[in-house]
């Protein structure tokens, strides 16, 4: 059962520790097919940077997720856990709190992609009440399937 109360969510700040420790997580959560490099996330957080959060457990970084405000939706680009912080509610703290800050922008749903062979990111996000509503062929740049996955946030 996870300890909310150790996990603190704040807003991703664009500067060096905080890039570091980004950067760490990603190499350590997705292969080099999947994870982000300091480009990609420059983009991302451009969008919407109020929707780009950290989660913290005792001072350290244990996750993050980064999401935009597209004209129907919010599009959740990533979220990853930290392996040492993995199985202790950090991704669901992150998750509610994407829920409620695309809630803020008016939008009803939040799309994202997993890929398809990754069994434990399906698990994660059906239990969180993602749907699949289809498959992108070819999404990720080793030429493997994403399935397109959907939360409704009513």
């Given at each position: 059962m996870p300890d909310w109360d150790e996990i603190t969510i704040r807003p991703l700040r664009w500067d060096e520790t905080d890039l570091r420790q980004l950067l760490a997580i990603e190499q350590a959560a997705f292969n080099r097919f999947d994870a982000?490099?300091?480009q990609d996330f420059e983009r991302w957080y451009h969008y919407n940077p109020d929707l780009c959060l950290a989660a913290e457990i005792d001072g350290h970084m244990a996750g993050y997720v980064i999401t935009r405000i597209l004209?129907?939706?919010?599009?959740l680009a990533s979220l990853a856990t930290h392996p040492d912080y993995l199985r202790r509610g950090v991704g669901a703290a992150l998750l509610r709190a994407t829920v409620e800050g695309v809630r803020a922008y008016g939008k009803h749903q939040i799309t994202l992609e997993v890929r398809?062979?990754?069994?434990?990111?399906?698990?994660?996000?059906?239990?969180?009440?993602?749907?699949?509503?289809?498959?992108?062929?070819?999404?990720?740049t080793d030429g493997?399937?994403?399935?397109?996955?959907?939360?409704?946030?009513?």
């Amino acid at each position: 059962m996870p300890d909310w109360d150790e996990i603190t969510i704040r807003p991703l700040r664009w500067d060096e520790t905080d890039l570091r420790q980004l950067l760490a997580i990603e190499q350590a959560a997705f292969n080099r097919f999947d994870a982000y490099d300091r480009q990609d996330f420059e983009r991302w957080y451009h969008y919407n940077p109020d929707l780009c959060l950290a989660a913290e457990i005792d001072g350290h970084m244990a996750g993050y997720v980064i999401t935009r405000i597209l004209p129907e939706q919010g599009d959740l680009a990533s979220l990853a856990t930290h392996p040492d912080y993995l199985r202790r509610g950090v991704g669901a703290a992150l998750l509610r709190a994407t829920v409620e800050g695309v809630r803020a922008y008016g939008k009803h749903q939040i799309t994202l992609e997993v890929r398809k062979t990754n069994l434990s990111a399906l698990a994660f996000w059906l239990n969180m009440g993602c749907v699949p509503f289809g498959v992108q062929p070819g999404f990720y740049t080793d030429g493997e399937a994403a399935i397109l996955m959907r939360k409704w946030i009513g």
